[in-house]
């Protein structure tokens, strides 16, 4: 993408979406093109602005922003939707996820971190607040260990590194400095995974992973 990316605030704090407006002034590529103030406001200014990335609390007034997430996707397939909250809880995560948000991110992310998952996401990857990734390993960990018959597909465990890496909004180039492999590598077991997960994109492939108990 070679325009700036159109962003849309959307937290019932002013001082909040001041700071995050302060925050993304030095990155060029990404413009913030309104605010929205409830669930029901980001739906709207959505429509009205047609932002790539709505980054979305969770907790608002007239509509959460759980609620709103699924419109906003219904409506606006081509708007991706980060959520953006103090909730490390694994039932919200899988809420939002179940709505149609592309990213999970805590409020005491950086800047920097931030400015990666609006990039990733725009791009058609997802992204996970590292703590949020490993949420979801050890949900999936003690869930596999309850349930010894349950049928799933089965990663190796260089490809559930991959996967963990991927999830976490790494590039390929990123995974293989992480794992020690070569670039070619990660995108041959990026192939593989998808394939065995019946996925299509990376957005697919953690979707599919989640749903089948891989991730």
Same mark, same amino acid.
């Given at each position: 993408?070679?325009?700036?990316?159109?962003l849309?605030l959307a937290?019932d704090?002013a001082?909040?979406r001041?700071?995050?407006?302060?925050?993304l002034?030095r990155?060029?590529?990404?413009?913030?093109?309104?605010?929205a103030c409830?669930g029901k406001?980001a739906?709207?200014?959505t429509?009205e602005?047609?932002p790539?990335v709505?980054?979305m609390?969770?907790?608002?007034?007239?509509m959460?922003?759980?609620e709103?997430t699924?419109?906003?996707?219904?409506?606006?397939?081509?708007?991706?939707?980060?959520?953006?909250?103090?909730?490390d809880?694994k039932?919200?995560?899988f809420?939002?996820?179940?709505?149609?948000?592309?990213?999970?991110?805590?409020?005491d +992310?950086s800047? %920097?971190?931030? /400015?990666?998952a609006?990039? #990733? !996401?725009?791009?058609?990857?997802?992204?996970?607040s590292?703590?949020?990734?490993t949420l979801l390993?050890?949900?999936?960990?003690?869930?596999s260990?309850?349930?010894?018959?349950?049928?799933?597909t089965?990663?190796?465990?260089?490809?559930?590194?991959v996967?963990?890496a991927?999830?976490q909004?790494? +590039?390929?180039? %990123?995974?293989? /400095?992480?794992l020690g492999? #070569? !670039?070619?590598t990660v995108d041959?077991?990026?192939?593989?995974?998808?394939?065995?997960?019946g996925a299509?994109?990376?957005a697919?492939?953690?979707?599919h992973a989640?749903?089948q108990g891989v991730?």
């Amino acid at each position: 993408m070679t325009r700036k990316i159109k962003l849309l605030l959307a937290d019932d704090h002013a001082l909040v979406r001041e700071g995050i407006r302060s925050s993304l002034v030095r990155h060029p590529r990404i413009s913030v093109v309104g605010e929205a103030c409830s669930g029901k406001d980001a739906v709207r200014k959505t429509m009205e602005l047609s932002p790539d990335v709505v980054l979305m609390d969770l907790n608002m007034p007239e509509m959460s922003g759980i609620e709103a997430t699924p419109i906003i996707r219904a409506k606006r397939p081509d708007t991706r939707v980060i959520a953006l909250t103090v909730h490390d809880n694994k039932e919200y995560v899988f809420q939002i996820l179940r709505s149609g948000a592309s990213g999970y991110l805590l409020k005491d +992310t950086s800047a %920097e971190e931030l /400015v990666r998952a609006i990039e #990733s !996401v725009v791009r058609g990857d997802a992204f996970f607040s590292p703590h949020i990734s490993t949420l979801l390993l050890k949900d999936y960990v003690r869930s596999s260990n309850e349930q010894p018959g349950r049928s799933k597909t089965t990663l190796s465990q260089r490809e559930k590194e991959v996967l963990l890496a991927i999830a976490q909004g790494s +590039t390929n180039k %990123e995974v293989a /400095v992480q794992l020690g492999l #070569s !670039v070619r590598t990660v995108d041959t077991y990026r192939v593989r995974i998808k394939r065995k997960l019946g996925a299509r994109n990376t957005a697919e492939l953690l979707r599919h992973a989640r749903e089948q108990g891989v991730l």
